[in-house]
């Protein structure tokens, strides 16, 4: 296990998701990890630069070269960590840390010549591009970027793209969606499944669509999971909340079934803003769903 601390904010309009990693920390991450009995090999933290955020003059999109700065390193981390065997953890921070997340397990898996899937997370698309982003916030556009689409610079980090195949890339819980995004869903071919589906066919019923989705031929999956997927109810530590979400056990169950499927390879947890967030609950949350992801079982 490597834990990779991503205090990340240049993505987003709210400086609190800076304070994520140390709120995991408070909530003994790392502790809880071991006592399920893994190693934690390493435990990393990725610099952020912290004062300026300027617009980049080529790009509609704001700090990018400092995101991309940031998500060279993180994707270093993670690629680093997976060719020692280790599954690396990566610790928001905004959801902009995805795109480095997922080009060092891209770049891992490219190495060995391997397919993988990507099981998404969220309330939001997170698929806009500088062309169609109202904000210009990097963290509404990860999952374009992997899909190679959005700013050059951020499309083709490690030097390919696109990083995942949109036909092995499936989002799950999404219930705030840009006009825009809605047709780049349709165009790109990756499988959604809204809060519709979820309330329709049960979460259980949708992760398994989810896994057959991605390819029984993958050699592992890479889940995102930014935590404003879950109700704000349960889970107010987010920067951008939406409401009718996850319950608490629909994310605990989501997260154990794709632990079952013995394919979880890199895990992303982002968006904890511990500036929202009562008495540390949600932070109490997203380690306890780091556990169920990695196999804690109830009996
Ligand atoms: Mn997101």
């Not at 795109?99 to 993988?116: L, M």
């Not at 890199?266 to 196999?295: M, Q, W």
Request: charged share 20%; proline share 5%; with cysteine.
């Amino acid at each position: 296990m490597s834990l990779i601390y991503v205090p990340l904010f240049l993505g987003g309009s709210h400086r609190g998701a800076s304070m994520g990693p140390a709120a995991m920390r408070v909530a003994e991450l790392p502790e809880r990890i071991k006592a399920l009995g893994f190693c934690v090999a390493e435990e990393i933290d990725i610099d952020v630069p912290h004062s300026v955020c300027w617009w980049d003059k080529d790009s509609q999109s704001k700090c990018v070269p400092e995101i991309h700065q940031v998500s060279a390193a993180v994707a270093d981390a993670v690629e680093s960590a997976m060719e020692a065997g280790n599954l690396p953890i990566t610790i928001g921070g905004d959801h902009s840390l995805a795109i480095g997340s997922i080009a060092g397990a891209a770049s891992h898996y490219k190495k060995h010549d391997q397919t993988f899937g990507l099981i998404w997370f969220d309330a939001h698309g997170d698929i806009n591009t500088p062309d169609t982003s109202a904000s210009g916030n990097v963290h509404g556009m990860p999952l374009a970027v992997s899909l190679g689409r959005g700013d050059e610079k951020l499309v083709n980090l490690k030097g390919f793209s696109p990083k995942i195949p949109a036909k092995r890339s499936v989002l799950i819980g999404i219930r705030d969606v840009d006009p825009p995004e809605r047709d780049m869903i349709n165009q790109t071919g990756i499988t959604p499944f809204t809060m519709k589906e979820i309330d329709h066919l049960g979460l259980g019923r949708v992760t398994d669509l989810a896994l057959g989705s991605v390819g029984a031929d993958v050699a592992g999956i890479h889940v995102s999971f930014d935590i404003d997927v879950i109700d704000p109810d349960v889970a107010p530590g987010v920067s951008t909340a939406s409401r009718g979400g996850l319950s608490y056990r629909e994310s605990h169950l989501a997260l154990e079934l794709l632990a079952e499927s013995d394919l979880v390879r890199s895990i992303d947890i982002v968006e904890l803003n511990p500036a929202f967030d009562v008495r540390n609950k949600t932070a109490e949350l997203a380690v306890e769903l780091i556990l169920s992801a990695l196999g804690k079982r109830i009996l």
